[in-house]
């Protein structure tokens, strides 16, 4: 029995050396001669402005994260529709109708109350609270400031 | 039994699936009405009645639901009624308190609802991936509501230190799930071909021997699965090994909220905790009662656990000076003695989980009530806070020491009973070690009541700086009167409770 342990063993050992091996087999074979252009970031063929290490702002992350829920939406809808034809054929068209409109509403509520919250607005202003409590600090500055 | 016909049985899920979805549309609609908060609050008694009633009218029954996903049976009942008691509380204490500006009282409201149907699920869960999804469901949504204040600092910080612990918890829950599939080959917890029914079959445990070359390794690789998936259950329980989040959470977060995941997250880890042992390790006798199948030392793991819990809690929360924190440490001891019940493995055992569960919801919401009225007028909530309490706001400090005198166990109060219980359980299981366990959840009880009468020192005999009185809202008082009637009174007449326990778990045999 412990012999079936061995294929697993075997498996593990050729998927490592697998990528190390070709790794190493193709820094001896492959011809080395780069270039400036060669070695620039490719970044879909413009030339690259400046460094990649700053800041984002954060507004990409708010619409990247709304992009990804409806992506998903999609990635669950194609799989209905594509075998839909065979729920029809079993009486049960209406039922998938039924559950994918049904998913497809509760994403819906959550895409009107992102876009009534404004959080789909690529210029944003500030709210209303933010607005106050700036306007309290500038009515009393700050006291450590006087201290320092 | 198939989807459509299951659907009769998941009524109240349903229903706050809709709720979670009315509560974001009605955030939107009266958004910029004056009377917002009050039409929210109303909007949310509303959803919580009607859950109520679809939970009340479901049938009784005892059967898998959903091709075995999840199990409809009396002990979902009975976890579905004590979500609703905290998530109740919660949405009346909320509104009056200040750390939830009103402006985003809908989001949380639509938020807590969620975490209400992640707890329904995991009540009723008997399949490991829906045990998982439950349990990431609820999680999800309290790494939410703990940085609910986005500008403080300390939730900001209490939200990632949750997010971190959980993420590696329910990783290391996974890893344990995977482990189990490889050894049974199914997801299923109960039901046909589920894991307790192969435990208990005969031909399939020799199969499992053969399959790993001889008894001991199948036999280490169960043990080391079951602990790996004690890691996700204890980490939502606040069990020792698994409590680091807990004091940073419990102060971070906002009040209301903390309150509300004391109780609610904590009793639908017992939920899952109870389910997956009885169903996968032990099998009902004709008399309802049970006995072990396979050979796994569980009891003495969770009563390990349940140790270490009770006094590494009763310990830290001696020096701490944040109420807050005391009363994490407090909620981490008391984790340690509701396991003391499960590691009795028997009816009983069980039974007095669920009391004490009942009690503790009444004890802890109550407590940390005087908390949030205590922190809403001086702006902290360390013990020098509580100063003069007594004569500041005299019924709320009664409250207070009557929730803490329960907690503690001493006798007038309902906490007694929830003790005697699980400690009479305990014992009437005999031999060295479980006597053993109950000395030591004796002596942890002793423990508590030295911090928790620091606190009542603090409000009755040392003074305040300000002294003037502060009035506690209407709803406050109303809300721990209500609270503290029961925990003073429930000891001259406690068979309703023992009767429900009983109702809900450990009796007939499914059929």
């Known amino acids: 029995m412990p012999f079936q342990f061995a294929n697993v063993l075997i498996f593990s050992a050729t998927a490592v050396l697998f990528v190390f091996g070709s790794l190493v087999a193709g820094r001896f074979l ?27 702002n954060p507004r990409f992350y708010l619409i990247a994260l709304v992009f990804v829920i409806f992506e998903v939406e999609i990635a669950f809808m194609f799989p209905v529709a594509a075998v839909y034809k065979s729920f029809i054929e079993r009486g ?50 700050p006291a450590e400031k006087k201290a320092a | 039994m198939n989807n459509i016909h299951s659907l009769r049985f998941f009524w109240p899920e349903s229903v706050l699936t809709v709720a979670v979805l ?28 009607l ?34 008691a905290a998530a109740l509380l919660t949405v009346v204490i909320v509104p009056r308190s200040k750390e939830i500006s009103s402006a985003r009282l809908g989001e949380f409201f639509a938020l807590l609802f969620a975490l209400l149907l992640g707890m329904y699920l995991m009540a009723s869960a008997a399949d490991l991936l829906l045990i998982y999804l439950s349990i990431e469901t609820v999680s999800l949504v309290s790494y939410v509501l703990t940085g609910f204040q986005r500008g403080r600092r300390r939730a900001n910080e209490a939200a990632l230190k949750y997010v971190i612990y959980g993420g590696v918890a329910s990783g290391i829950m996974l890893y344990g799930i995977s482990i189990l599939y490889g050894l049974f080959g199914t997801t299923r917890v109960a039901g046909e071909g589920g894991i307790g029914a192969q435990l208990a079959d005969v031909t399939s445990r020799l199969f499992l021997a053969h399959a790993f070359g001889g008894q001991p390794a199948a036999q280490l690789a169960l043990v080391v699965a079951v602990v790996f998936l004690l890691a996700g259950v204890g980490y939502k329980i606040a069990a020792v090994p698994f409590h680091m989040w807990s004091p940073d959470v419990y102060e971070g977060a906002p009040t209301p909220f903390t309150a509300f995941l004391s109780v609610g997250p904590k009793a639908a880890g017992f939920a899952v905790a109870i389910r997956f042992f009885f169903a996968a390790f032990e099998r009902q006798l004709p008399g309802g009662g049970y006995a072990q199948v396979g050979d796994l030392p569980w009891p003495a793991i969770i009563g390990i656990i349940s140790a270490i819990s009770m006094t590494l809690g009763n310990l830290t929360a001696i020096v701490q000076s944040n109420v807050k ?4 440490y407090s909620s981490i001891a008391h984790a340690g003695y509701l396991l003391m019940g499960l590691a009795a493995a028997s009816t009983a055992g069980v039974q007095s989980i669920l009391i004490y569960l009942i009690i503790y919801v009444l004890m802890n919401v109550g407590a940390f009530l005087v908390v949030i009225a205590v922190s809403r007028e001086t702006g902290g909530e360390d013990i020098k806070d509580f100063r003069g309490l007594g004569t500041r706001a005299p019924i709320a400090a009664l409250a207070l020491v009557i929730f803490l005198f329960s907690l503690t166990g001493i006798p007038p109060f309902a906490g007694f009973i929830g003790k005697y ?30 911090y928790y009468a620091r606190l009542i020192k603090a409000m009755y005999l040392e003074e305040a700086i300000d002294q003037r009185p502060f009035r506690v809202p209407a709803v406050y008082t109303g809300v721990l009167v209500a609270l503290a009637v029961p925990n003073s009174f429930l000891i001259f007449y406690w068979t309703p409770l023992v009767r429900w326990a009983a109702a809900a778990f450990g009796g007939s045999p499914s059929s």
Request: glycine share 8%; proline share 5%; charged share 15%.
């Open chain 1, 30 to 56: 492959r011809p080395d001669a780069p270039n400036r252009e060669k070695s620039m970031i490719y970044e879909c063929g413009e030339k690259p402005i400046g460094q990649a290490w700053f800041n984002f």
């Open chain 2, 325 to 328: 924190r005391l009363l994490a």
């Open chain 2, 22 to 49: 009315a509560m974001l549309v009605q955030d939107l609609l009266v958004r910029r009405s004056p009377r917002r908060v009050g039409l929210l609050t109303i909007g949310a008694l509303f959803w919580l009645a």
């Open chain 2, 421 to 450: 219980l699980i400690f009479a359980a305990v014992v009437q299981r005999g031999g060295f070690w479980n006597v053993l366990l109950a000395v030591i959840g004796v002596l942890n009880s002793a423990i508590s009541l030295f």
């Open chain 1, 92 to 141: 049960e068209g209406l039922l998938a109708f039924f559950e994918i409109a049904l998913f497809v509403g509760i994403l819906a509520v959550g895409l009107a109350y992102v876009w009534a919250m404004g959080d789909l607005e690529w210029v944003k202003g500030l709210k209303q609270d933010v607005l106050a409590q700036l306007r309290e600090k500038q009515a009393a500055p």
């Open chain 2, 51 to 84: 859950t109520a009633l679809a939970t009340w009218r479901t049938p009784w029954g005892n059967f898998p639901i959903f091709g075995g996903l999840l199990v409809h049976d009396p002990l979902r009942i009975f976890f579905a009624w004590l979500f609703l």
